[in-house]
């Protein structure tokens, strides 16, 4: 049986991670949870919800997750493509969502790219035009988001801004990211909610190919990032929640049924001049919620608005 001092030792390497401190020590979770109990350790009550987060003017090193400590039942807010600036930037929807998770005690948010067009006035670009210069679009996103950045657990880079800024060295969603205090990763990532009966772990990106079926690419992530609870991408601007899964067998040989969501998370750009130009079909405006009950997910629920 593992020392007192080897079990703090390994919740410490794992950063309270139950699950991976049990294995790291060949255990289960369930006896290690009851090792701890005996030695009377406390493990999920014993750290706060932020402790773990990775917070700061954070860009999260690519090649690591973000582990998040959680409580077993929360809402998590999936949004993409806001092209807060464009002409076609439906602002009404947005606000409605900023409020919403303002106003739901339990809401964490992953932002998924795009958050502002990055098109200076003036410029049309393939249809698509600015209501503000980029500088103004970026500090009227922070201040949109602020009284809700706490509760932001993720932003990840789109493609608008490049090659336009990011050619001179310019970020527009880590600079987003960075004043609102938030992590922020460049490329596709792994979200791990640690949660006291159990891990949810959150696979997103921007997505790069917005011609293609939208479920090929969510099929390409999975395989290069398995075993994930959700996976989701925006980029496309479809909105959907489709349960998928795999058949798995654990170590008696019992089968069963390892559920996977697969979601793009929408936009919040109307029927954009470039996107009836290139007679791309219309979508709806949106955002996606993920009902975390029981450290699983219960359903994601697609807001239309
Ligand atoms: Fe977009
Ligand atoms: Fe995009």
Request: glycine share 10%.
């Amino acid at each position: 049986m593992p020392s007192r001092e080897q079990c703090l030792k390994a919740l410490d390497t794992y950063k309270g991670a139950v699950l991976e401190a049990a294995h790291s020590l060949g255990l289960s979770r369930h006896q290690f949870r009851r090792i701890l109990k005996n030695l009377n350790m406390k493990t999920s009550n014993g750290f706060s919800y932020e402790k773990w987060r990775n917070r700061g003017t954070t860009q999260i090193e690519i090649n690591k997750g973000l582990v998040i400590r959680a409580p077993d039942n929360f809402d998590l807010f999936k949004s993409s493509d806001w092209h807060a600036g464009s002409e076609s930037c439906y602002y009404q929807g947005l606000k409605e969502m900023v409020d919403a998770i303002h106003d739901d005690k339990r809401a964490r948010g992953i932002f998924g790219g795009d958050q502002m067009e990055i098109t200076p006035p003036g410029r049309h670009d393939g249809g698509r035009n600015s209501d503000s210069f980029i500088d103004g679009q970026l500090i009227r996103t922070g201040k949109a988001l602020e009284p809700i950045k706490e509760k932001i657990d993720l932003i990840y880079g789109g493609n608008h801004g490049k090659p336009r800024l990011t050619s001179v060295g310019i970020d527009p969603d880590l600079l987003l990211a960075s004043s609102l205090g938030v992590a922020y990763s460049p490329v596709p990532t792994v979200v791990r909610y640690v949660m006291p009966s159990g891990i949810l772990k959150v696979c997103g990106g921007h997505g790069k190919n917005a011609s293609q079926d939208s479920l090929r690419e969510l099929r390409r992530l999975r395989e290069i990032y398995p075993n994930c609870d959700i996976y989701h991408l925006g980029h496309d601007h479809s909105l959907f929640a489709e349960p998928d899964g795999a058949m798995e067998y654990d170590e008696n040989g019992d089968e069963f049924w390892s559920p996977a969501w697969m979601c793009r998370t929408g936009s919040f750009l109307r029927y954009g001049d470039y996107a009836r130009y290139g007679l791309m079909r219309p979508k709806p405006t949106g955002y996606l919620i993920a009902h975390i009950r029981k450290a699983k997910v219960a359903s994601i629920e697609v807001v239309k608005v």
